[in-house]
């Protein structure tokens, strides 16, 4: 990287100092920066600075010196850098110009002729290198407007700063330097505007006022005083150069009591020194009254800025929801406490919950209102395939590459969901008991990230096993249901019962998106069923690389999971399904289980508190809509 100087030379001294080095790249599209020397206007105000060859220093520049200590710092800089936008978009390349004492951005350098689209004053600004990130570097007004900005290289960023922070000294002496230009007489006059008010300021000007009159009077007395002794001796020293004998004086003047004059001439001196104490006594008492009123002021001043930084502390963390940067956000340097992650996630869950409840009671009020007639069950179309490709065996499946895992994970699953939680001191811990749901935990955690297996146990009524698995497998469904999915993709159909699914869940800040790729397949268990049990069914999902998908958003977070939900179906003793059945007369029996990776950088303790509260929800909505999908449906074996 090549540094030039702008050289600028001081009028009233006629020496040279360096201000700004400057990094000159031929490449507009990066984060190096070409600084340009503008020439300051001329004015009256401001001829102390000029650039070198540019205005000619002559006497009336040198004789406003006293007037005008102070740079006029009328650098421009400007260079391409990254600038984060919110967490959708992350870092973008913003062209940034620094004019006038002014930072401002653009979308690009073809668009600078059109507004600026932000900018802030770098006289009020704190610039700041990030920590942990050698690219990174803050523009911070206030702790309210914060831009995050980063450099391609470490050594432009150390540019940047150096630069930014060399201008904004220099400005905060302009600014110094300016003030002490203007007259305390405003000040002092604007003051008093200010505070004149209350009788107490009315009684001291009138006062003043009244004393301000006696020295105007005793100044009559004292001029008619002098201006009588004065033409008694004019007369005297006209009379004794002319003859050097006394005159008749004229116009009634007669020989003066000089002793008389000299003692009132004292008399009237004393009253004006007197009335003047008695200002300087008022003006004490004044000072003294507006002296309290600002010990009261500041008072009042330090109560309010302590409630202030109250309120800013609140405004802040509104803000981190509201507007979030990248240190705000899941990451290895999130500063986010993991109380407050937790807080976020779970009001980002719950609005999104709501949201459900009112599509769903929009969707059966829209039911409600149609006419329906003859509509067959859902269920023929897998009927149908049953009996062609026997379903819930695998069919074609078993020819397909993946088929050996497949079978092998399905199999280890089954006997993993058959074990009791009981035995062997397992480590198992109930989390959750509510009526028939209970679930159990073991914490783990892999290379720091949480992988705690979970099991729950579940029993409801009115629904068969394959009813609940074939809600849980078929793809059409499930965006009914789960609340957080925001898209669903089939993949590959392998055959009827086996699917593979990219599956993107919606991101709930500040935790980053994530997506799931997995095969998904549902099986027929013909052995192991328990004593009072007709049949069992249960479907597997297992996270592969098989294709190789890419995320449909490049930000998402890849997880990876083991599923399997294993259901049976129990009925009134001496009852077989061939018999006439009602739905309240069936019983399905429920094992979950799950071990997912989430990936990323959640804080554990976040990601716990999250699925305790999560999971026995999930549980409890998936059973209830399958419920209310098969009430008035014919019962599916």
Known sequence: MDYNVITETVARGGTSRSIYPSAISANSHTSNVNTLSSTPPMSMDTPTLRSIGTFPLDSSSQSDDSENEYLDNNIELRGYLSKWTNYIYGWQPRYIVLKNGTLSYYKSESESDFGCRGAISLSKATIKAHDTDELRFDVVVNNYNNWCLRADTSEDRMHWVEVLQMYKEESGSTDTMSLRRHGSTMSLQSNTISVASGSSLKKTQRNLREKVGEIETFKDILFG?????????????????????????????????????????????????????HCLDIIAESDDLWKRKLERELERKKRTEEQNRKYKEEIEKIKRISYPGPDLEEGPHSTLPEDEFFDAVETGLEKIEEDMQIRAKLKLQTQQSLTVANVPHKVQTEENDSNLEEFGTGGPARNHVLWSEIDRVCSEQLRYAREGVGQGGNGWQIFADEGEIKMYKREEEVNGLVMDPLKAYHSVNGVTAREMCHYFFMPEFRNEWETTLEDCTILEKISSDTFVFLQTHKRIWPAS????????????ITDGLDEDAIDMWVVCNNSTEYSKQESKNSKCVRIFLTVILACQTLLPPGKTKNDKLSRDELTCKITYCSVVNPGGWAPASALRAVYKREYPKFLKRFTGYVIDQCKDNPIMF
């Open 513 to 524: 998106q994530r997506d799931a790729l997995f095969w998904s397949h549902m099986r027929k």
């Open 225 to 277: 005083q002098i201006d009588t002794i004065q033409r008694y001796f004019d007369a005297c020293v006209d009379v004794n150069k002319a003859t050097g004998k006394p005159l008749d004086l004229g116009d009634g003047l007669k020989p003066i009591d000089f002793k008389g004059e000299s003692i009132t001439f004292r008399a009237t001196a004393s009253g004006v020194l007197t009335t003047l104490q």
